[in-house]
């Protein structure tokens, strides 16, 4: 299997798991910016 593709499922997951245990009012947001810093630190760790 890919690492890589194992590694994002399960950052996704994460976020999700996140954003339900939030339960913000702007929940859209808090995923968009969870997802904004996940996909920072992806390119980070492939540089």
Known sequence: MNIQ???LL???TTI???CIA???IKSFLC???LV???I???KIIHL
């Open 40 to 42: 920072y630190l992806f």
């Open 36 to 38: 904004r810093i996940l």
């Open 10 to 12: 399960s950052f996704f």
């Open 31 to 33: 995923c968009f910016h």
């Open 16 to 18: 999700k798991i996140f």
């Open 5 to 7: 593709k194992i590694f």
């Open 22 to 24: 939030l339960k913000c």
